[in-house]
Every structure is written in structure tokens, then in C-alpha cells.
């Protein structure tokens, strides 16, 4: 059974720049999995922030954005913000209508 | 306004079953295909199931599939998920999303708030 890997947590400075990653237990990721991404605070319904590798959903920021790196696909967040603290999600297309979710990172900003 | 408003959730026994509902409004339900994305309490997002815009089509995790079945009504802007023989491990809050477009696309382009479902003796 394949599965989705994500770093587990990350830390960035304010400001500063961070790229998140999004792979596979066995392969590459590329643009026909439709990697997407998404961001949930605690408490809080998740909210999608790039779908389809990199397109970036209405009202998000263009400092969040989405693109292949090697065999990964990554989120790659620029100026980093306080309110940028949260948990960050992949999903990948497996075929067939299947869609898996990788474990999440979580992002800390100080 | 858009809104997917999730419902239907509760304390269920292990083995029992339950039907939860989301209904949509402020778009127009029929152009997406729709999905349910599940997450227990402290965990991760887990992908559940999705349906095509007409319901023609259909797709299951494979924790869930044979117990699970995903539909539509179209005429009621509703979806459905049926949840039979339940376990411990379905504990978890259930969102409603609809997807990317009408078949098989990214989830989420909105989102509803969630429902819980407690599956404890």
C-alpha cells in the first residue's frame, strides 16, 4: 500500500521562506497525481490552498504556492506570517477514484 | 452564501450504523462531483469517499469500502454517506467538500464544518 509522506513538523522565522514536501512511500510524484494542498488551524474545518500542483484557491495569497521539486511535490511559503502556524496537508490522486491524504506537517513559525 | 452544512452525526454503538446528510447551497450542486473527508480526534485528514456530479460514479478508502456508501440527490442539493458496521476506529470528525469539478477532481473547493461521529459502547 503506497503511502504519502510529509515532514512531520518544520520551523521558519517570520519572514523567512519555507518549502513543505509531499511524497510517495514508493515513486515519484508528478503532475497527473493532482497533488493539492491545505491548511487547518485547530478546531477548524481544513481550507485549500493550492489544488492540481499549482493552482492557487480563491483568496489565497500569492506567497503560498505549489510546484514539483525532484520527486516531491512541494508548498512553498514566502514571507512567512504568525497566522501561517498550522497543520499542512497533501493529497495525491492514486487512480481510480482514490485519493490518499499524507500524515500533515506541522508548521511552527518563530 | 455558500454553505455545506453537515449533519446527522452522533454516539453510535460498535456494529451500528448512521446516515449523515450535508446540504448545499449558494452553488450550484450539480456541477461538482462531491466528497467526504474524515478526520479522528488529534489526527490526520483521511480521504473517505467521492461521488460524480450525477452520482454515475463512485469511490471508497479501503477502511471504509463495503461498509460505507456514498449518494447523492441532486433535486435536494443533498449528500448522503451511509455508514453501516461501525467501528471504534470511524470515531472522527466527517466534512462534507465538494470537489474541484464534476468527477473525480481535488477536494475541497468548499468546505463544510464537520460532524462528529462517536462510535463507543
Known amino acids: 500500500q503506497t503511502v504519502v509522506t510529509q515532514e512531520p513538523s518544520f520551523s521558519v522565522s517570520p519572514g523567512g521562506t519555507v518549502t513543505l514536501t509531499c511524497g510517495l512511500s514508493?515513486?515519484?510524484?508528478?503532475?497527473?497525481?493532482?497533488p493539492s494542498w491545505y491548511q487547518q488551524t485547530p478546531g477548524q474545518a481544513p481550507r485549500t490552498l493550492i489544488y492540481?500542483?499549482?493552482i492557487r484557491s480563491s483568496g489565497v495569497p500569492d506567497r503560498f504556492s505549489g510546484s514539483i521539486l525532484g520527486n516531491k511535490a512541494a508548498l512553498t511559503i514566502t514571507g512567512a506570517q504568525a497566522d501561517d502556524e498550522s497543520d499542512y496537508y497533501c493529497v495525491l490522486y492514486m487512480g481510480s477514484g482514490i485519493w490518499v491524504f499524507g500524515g500533515g506537517t506541522k508548521l511552527t513559525v518563530l | 452564501e455558500v454553505q455545506l452544512v453537515e449533519s446527522g452525526g452522533g454516539v453510535v454503538r460498535p456494529g451500528g450504523s448512521l446516515r449523515l446528510s450535508c446540504a448545499a447551497s449558494?452553488?450550484?450542486?450539480?456541477?461538482?462531483?462531491m466528497s467526504w473527508v474524515r478526520q479522528a480526534p488529534g489526527k490526520g485528514l483521511e480521504w473517505v469517499s467521492d461521488i460524480h456530479w450525477n452520482g454515475g460514479s463512485t469511490a471508497y478508502a479501503d477502511s471504509v469500502k463495503g461498509r460505507f456508501t456514498i449518494s447523492r440527490d441532486n433535486a435536494k442539493n443533498s449528500l448522503y454517506l451511509q455508514m453501516n458496521s461501525l467501528r471504534a476506529e470511524d470515531t472522527a470528525f466527517y466534512y462534507c467538500a465538494s470537489n474541484h469539478g464534476s468527477g473525480s477532481y481535488p477536494p475541497g473547493y468548499y468546505w463544510g464544518q464537520g460532524t462528529l461521529v462517536t462510535v463507543s459502547s
Open positions: 514508493s515513486g515519484s510524484v508528478s503532475t497527473s497525481y493532482y
Open positions: 492540481s500542483t499549482n
Open positions: 449558494g452553488f450550484t450542486f450539480d456541477d461538482f462531483g
